[in-house]
């Protein structure tokens, strides 16, 4: 794991065939002090070895390319100093010349061994490696293990570890690295001092950058800096590798060659910047037409469809910013163009139409990876997306309905239906209040309703909730008189509801009823009844041509409110 690289490296002169050496071990920290992006470690290490606070366990972690590995033989190196005149302790400061120094430097020190978990990770190799832990150093003042990728040893390994590394020898000491600490166990952390390794901003990164390119004699525009630090995402690794290939591509051009942003950008498959800006131009203005040839243009430049959508996702989130703090526009990394650009963007767009976009690009994005052919998947977001700019929000939606009912109220033709992509992906299912139902008042007597209504209402009353649903929705009205109920039954309603429902009624009433069945028809059953009567309503009548193939899917009885 090539990790953390130097602020001030050694000059060395370039190599070139079988003695070339890639910038990322070229330009490798010798020293804590050349470490970059880690001042908190660096600080908190440093004093600890100049206190003797040495702790038995070290458990560094961070994404890849941040330093833990380089940090680990950092400590190797320290704790094992003995100076240039050989009388040295631990230092955070190893001298760099010492026989100890040299052979941690070049991985051939016998009391300094690495293991490489991912590759030894069962409870055989632990127990291999604990074997010589209580014998002494052979030359070195501590015999320290480095284990990289920690997190993929088994269980069992894990296990084998824990009584050894609770209480070591004083001369072992241990130091873990790992990209996903979560999958350490609790009971090896408990045994550790941990260090998170954060990500390298991406200032720190171009400096460093611009400062290797010089040692190596090449000339790199900023821009170009810029998109290799931002292609690196924190990990200085990495973004030495992206370097490595970028002055390895503007070598063949003669030795004054400068390495160009658009190179760079080629190199990456990154879409220009300004054409993501047009691309999210057109789609917010719903140009279909305009933002598929944008997308063909930088698709047939080499752009990859998916980081196309990455980089309309950040551009996304980065208007969403400035909406919410314009001082974001104030970066003096980004370039005159995108800020003018970016600020006016922010001005015509709203929170949420950017917040929309956003959620719909996170899911294409997804799309996209899965789809066999990515461009197309990519087309059909696009299209999507331009579509869904046209559409209305929540608080707009509801202000054209608020009008087109106040016009109905006062007289006027109610507007048409919406055309256009707004009235297409609209679909509504609203919840309207059915015209009332007589209530049963709580009597001083035995209650005897005078209606079926009024008696599906007293089931209610009495919380008989599932015979009153199906008195409202599964049965249908024959004759009803003071005493007897006759009634046709709907296929869905229980074969012994007319028991049910007269034995219930004499109870409460005291009073004998005849439920039973009819050969008959009957009228519409409650349900029915209310859903014409909404449909009659002037409101519900004007949702329902303004928004075609919605529908009523819940009434709301009156005195439920």
Not at 122 to 137: A, F, H, Q, S
Not at 280 to 309: E, F, H, N, T, W
Not at 543 to 557: C, H, K, M, Q, Y
Request: with cysteine.
């Amino acid at each position: 794991m090539n990790d953390l690289l130097s602020k001030d490296p050694p000059s060395a002169p370039a190599a070139t065939g079988a003695n070339y050496r890639v910038l990322a071990r070229k330009y490798r920290p010798t020293t804590f002090a050349q470490l970059i992006g880690q001042e908190a470690v660096v600080r908190t290490l440093t004093n600890a070895i100049t206190s003797g606070r040495i702790a038995q366990g070290y458990m560094l972690t961070g994404v890849r390319g941040v330093g833990k590995t380089t940090i680990a033989r950092l400590i190797a190196r320290a704790l094992n100093c003995i100076g240039v005149d050989g009388t040295g302790g631990p230092t955070p400061n190893p001298c760099g010349a010492c026989v100890q120094c040299k052979s941690i430097a070049e991985d051939r020190h016998v009391d300094v061994l690495e293991m490489d978990a991912a590759s030894r990770t069962g409870v055989d190799d632990i127990r291999e490696l604990l074997d010589g832990v209580r014998y002494r150093p052979t030359s070195a003042r501590y015999k320290i293990y480095i284990v990289d990728e920690v997190h993929m040893l088994s269980e069992k390994a894990f296990n084998a570890l824990l009584k050894t590394l609770e209480e070591p020898p004083e001369h072992v000491k241990f130091i873990f690295a790992t990209t996903e600490i979560r999958k350490v166990p609790v009971t090896v952390l408990s045994r550790c001092q941990r260090f998170d390794l954060r990500r390298i901003p991406a200032k720190d990164l171009e400096a460093l950058f611009a400062d290797v390119a010089r040692r190596e004699g090449a000339t790199i525009e900023p821009g170009a800096l810029a998109l290799v630090a931002r292609a690196a995402d924190g990990s200085a690794r990495d973004g030495l590798s992206l370097l490595d290939q970028a002055i390895s591509q503007a070598a063949g051009q003669g030795s004054a060659a400068a390495v160009a942003e658009t190179a760079v950008r080629d190199m990456l498959g990154l879409a220009d910047r300004a054409k993501v800006f047009d691309l999210l131009d057109a789609v917010m203005r719903g140009d279909v037409k305009a933002a598929l040839a944008v997308l063909a243009d930088q698709y047939a430049a080499g752009a990859s469809p998916i980081v196309v959508v990455q980089d309309l996702l950040e551009l996304v989130h980065w208007l969403t910013r400035i909406k919410i703090a314009p001082d974001g526009a104030d970066d003096p990394g980004l370039a005159e163009t995108e800020r003018t650009r970016g600020v006016s963007m922010a001005k015509q767009l709203g929170v949420p139409a950017l917040t929309r976009a956003w959620s719909m690009l996170i899911k294409g994005l997804g799309e996209a990876r899965m789809a066999p052919v990515p461009l197309q998947a990519v087309e059909m977001l696009l299209i999507r997306l331009a579509y869904a700019a046209d559409m209305p929000t929540p608080s707009d939606a509801l202000k054209q309905l608020e009008g087109a009912v106040a016009a109905v109220r006062a007289g006027a033709p109610a507007p048409p239906p919406g055309g256009g992509p707004r009235a297409q992906l609209i679909s509504s299912s609203p919840t309207i209040a059915a015209p009332p139902v007589p209530a049963v008042a709580a009597p001083e007597v035995a209650p005897n309703p005078q209606s079926f209504v009024a008696t599906v209402a007293l089931f209610e009353e009495k919380r008989q909730m599932t015979l009153a649903a199906h008195l409202r929705r599964s049965v249908r009205l024959v004759r009803f008189e003071e005493g007897r109920i006759d009634v046709a039954l709907d296929r869905g309603a229980p074969a012994d509801l007319p028991g049910q429902i007269g034995k219930l009624l004499t109870g409460w009433t005291g009073k004998r009823w005849m439920v039973s069945v009819a050969n008959a028809a009957g009228e519409k059953t409650l349900h029915e009844q209310q859903l014409d009567c909404a449909r009659a309503d002037p409101l519900i009548k004007t949702i329902l041509d303004t928004f075609p193939g919605a529908t009523i899917e819940n009434i709301r009885p009156a005195h439920d409110d």
